[in-house]
């Protein structure tokens, strides 16, 4: 069982907060943070994955962050509030506010996103992992195939009945966000801003895994991004979207790439 955590808040720079969990104590190696998927949060897709516990057995520190409009963080229902790049600013706030000059950075999904973004700019990022993405990130027409996927999650979130909710891409998001008891108009806020598809890969010199489920429809080819990303390896694990994080050998491959000497 993980130990729990201890959690502090951190404002971004339009004030809204997003909390941060830690674990573990500064060791060898430098702490590992870990950015959630869309609708997700900390617990849901690193502790209950166990992948906090991996890390936690291989003597790193952890850093979990709640990206805002999910989680405990604070939850406005202004699509201006929303965005990748916000959410990567949050984090490189919260590595400011606690002090560290290197870190480890793991993001799945929309976290992928956010990962990328954060590595392409903050040369703390010793060592980036980018889960459940693939070449839809970087081939002609998934800017706007994500852009179209987006806008129809907005209007999954926001119907008045889960039953409502017919498009097979979208059900399991509403699903889950039910079962959270999400804020489901923040959410569907973050899925009406504009889209942040947009990240100079080739600037990012930290050592890149991509890491990705055999049958995940979102991270289809993950060989195509890892060739837009400079020395990056791929990684391919059982599961689907849902399912590859909760795959034994996902933490693993994750907890010993992250464990290697810069």
Known sequence: MTVPATRLRVPGADGVEVAVHRWGAPGDLPPVYLQHGFVADTRLN?????TVGVLLSAGR??????ARGHGHSDKPHDPAAYGERRMADDLRRVADALGHDSFDLAGYSMGATVAML???TDRRV??????????????????????????????ALEAADAADVRDPATVDFRRMADALAADRQALAAHA?????????LAVITAPTLVLA??????????????????????AVVPGDHSTALRTPAFAAALAGFLGEAA
């Open 46 to 50: 690193w502790v209950g994955t166990g």
């Open 61 to 66: 520190e952890v850093v979990g962050v709640d």
């Open 118 to 120: 954060t590595a392409a």
């Open 126 to 155: 010793r060592r980036l992992v980018v889960g459940g993405a693939g070449a839809p990130f970087v081939e002609p027409g998934g800017a706007e195939r994500h852009t179209a996927l987006m806008a129809r999650l907005a209007a």
């Open 192 to 200: 009406r801003a504009v889209p942040t598809r947009e990240v100079d």
């Open 213 to 234: 489920g055999e049958a995940d429809p979102l991270a289809v080819r993950p060989e195509a991004l890892a060739a837009a990303i400079p020395g990056a390896r791929v």
